[in-house]
């Protein structure tokens, strides 16, 4: 069973920067489709940003490209998203997200594993 365990969300000003990390338990993740999620309160689960195995392709949602940079280090089984020009809209729980096969970056179903959130604010 692979969990996902997030890390780095927190309290910021409207314009700063927090860099999220993602790293799995129980097993390598080097081969893994990874992603980032969002969930703003009393808003639906939105994509925010993925990755693929070798870290040469990535997706963005409109709304962060940009400002956000994913990226992964498979020597870590890590996987960090940095955002940077944050504002409050940005505000959410984030949520690493992990596949063992490609099956579409933007959506929910296309992926296996979940962390449980880390919480982002950002005070404007």
């Known amino acids: 069973q692979v969990q996902l365990v997030e890390s780095g969300g927190g309290l910021v000003q409207a314009g700063g920067s927090l860099r999220l990390s993602c790293a799995p338990s129980?097993?390598?993740?080097?081969?893994?489709?990874m992603g980032w999620f969002r969930q703003a309160p009393g808003k639906e689960r939105e994509f925010v940003s993925a990755?693929?195995?070798?870290?040469?392709?990535?997706y963005y949602a409109n709304s962060v490209k940009g400002r956000f940079t994913i990226s992964r280090d498979n020597a870590k089984n890590t996987v960090y998203l940095q955002m940077n020009s944050l504002n409050p809209e940005d505000t959410a729980v984030y949520y690493c997200?992990?596949?063992?096969?490609?099956?579409?970056?933007?959506?929910?179903?296309?992926?296996?594993?979940w962390g449980q959130g880390t919480q982002v604010t950002v005070s404007s």
């Open positions: 997200a992990a596949s063992d096969i490609y099956r579409g970056y933007d959506r929910e179903s296309g992926y296996d594993y």
């Open positions: 129980g097993r390598t993740f080097s081969t893994y489709f």
């Open positions: 990755i693929r195995s070798t870290g040469r392709t990535t």
